[in-house]
């Protein structure tokens, strides 16, 4: 019963619109840093190409380029895109490398995205 209550609330967070952006731009930063350090993964552990390096560094660039464009102090950002970041890289792990996930990954997953939820709807209260 705690639980569907939590989650309403969490639905109830993740409607407004503050939030959606912020998500968005969370799951954009979370795609440039995963691709920022996967690239660079390949060339050292699979004989990827050193090339690989170049547009690893470029999205790494736009990671933190997108991580400036939020309203909030940076602590409050980086904590709340942390959900962000573990929800993303499980479902990499599940579309990029092919495990399959458990209840637990997926529950862990919305765990940290209400988290998430909770963290942005206090930017507007506030300083």
């Known amino acids: 019963m705690r639980l569907g209550v939590t989650i309403l609330i969490c639905w109830q967070l993740l409607k407004t619109e503050l939030i959606l952006k912020t998500a968005l731009l969370f799951i954009a930063a979370a ?9 660079p993964y390949l060339w050292l552990r699979k004989d990827g190409s050193f090339w ?3 547009p690893a560094a470029a999205s790494l660039v736009l990671f933190v380029w997108l991580l400036t ?6 602590g409050r950002v980086y ?5 962000v970041y573990v929800a993303t890289a499980l479902v990499w792990l599940r579309v990029v490398d092919g495990v399959k996930l458990s209840t637990l990954d997926w529950a862990g997953a ?3 995205l209400c988290g998430m939820a909770i963290i942005v709807s206090g930017w507007t209260r506030t300083s």
């Not at 904590?79 to 959900?83: L, S, V």
């Open 31 to 39: 795609i440039a840093e995963i691709i920022g350090c996967f690239l």
């Open 52 to 54: 690989l390096l170049f």
């Open 110 to 112: 919305a765990i940290a």
């Open 79 to 83: 904590a709340a895109y942390g959900g």
């Open 69 to 74: 464009l939020h309203p909030a102090a940076s």
